[in-house]
């Protein structure tokens, strides 16, 4: 079963942490609107998914929460356990809802590529306490290597759903994706709503409101975000000032780029630097 689109597919890290929990930790049944995945490394705990009676996870044991799904952890009094937790959003999976993943059950049987997942995991760990730009990437490559893992597993092991997309929905889904390619490989080009709507043949009305129910902003929001982001990497570098990094990015007015990076990091580009200098 074909979902993954290569070209398309680029999620976005929102969180990758690998605590240790031990004595009585707890949480409230939640859920989340966004993707995560909660793999046991050591140790043992407890995990309830909506309703259902309450589960005793040990390591190797893997968890992929939909959006939506109600789950809680605890841990049990005299136990302790290390696990990686990764949330995860721009999921585009053919098909599929945005940010959602095949599977029917948030506990993962993988087969044989269950270990794969937790080696990648364990490297993904190694790695965690770099913040330089070039362990970014890896953090990004080894996240990745760990959704194709899952993939393969649920595909192999018969454990998936099948697209629940009506035709309309896999338009809307298709036009959204080709959006955010468009954007992310464009960012530095001058891009309006305008012209977006016009490569779809649709109106920029209706390409903002179907765009914002699967991302959760205007597709001109997303540019901006996109820019403002690829603009913070190149300040953390040093190379560049903030005139050539605002037009490296597409902002050919370098006051209205400041001005958008101080509403979007609470700073501006000068102070980011020095920041970063300190760091």
Known sequence: M?????????????????????????????????????????GEVMYQFGKEKPVNLH???????????????????NTCSHQLHIGLRNISLDGLKRNFFPNKEPLLNLGRYQHQVIDQAWATIRELNYEQFEFQLMHKGQVLQILAYILRGLNEA??????????????????????????????????????????HFVSPTYLSRIFKDAVGMSPIN????????????????????????????GYQDAYHFSKSFKKQYGSAPSAFEKQDERS
């Open 158 to 199: 018969q454990d998936s759903v099948y697209p629940q997309l009506s035709a309309s929905e896999k338009r809307h889904q298709q036009i959204v994706n080709q959006t955010i390619y468009f954007i992310e490989n464009h960012y530095d080009e001058e891009i309006t709503l305008e012209k977006l709507a016009q490569d």
């Open 2 to 42: 074909q979902y993954v689109n290569p070209q398309t597919f680029n999620p976005e890290i929102l969180y990758l942490f690998d605590p240790w929990n031990k004595g009585q930790h707890a949480n409230e049944l939640h859920s989340h609107d966004f993707l995560e995945i909660s793999i046991i490394l050591e």
């Open 59 to 77: 390591a190797g044991d893997l968890l992929l929460f939909n959006p939506g799904v109600l789950h809680r952890e605890w841990q049990p009094e």
């Open 222 to 249: 997303y540019l901006i975000k996109i820019r403002l982001t690829h603009a913070r990497d190149l300040l953390k570098k040093g190379t560049y000032t903030i005139k050539e990094v605002a037009q490296l990015v």
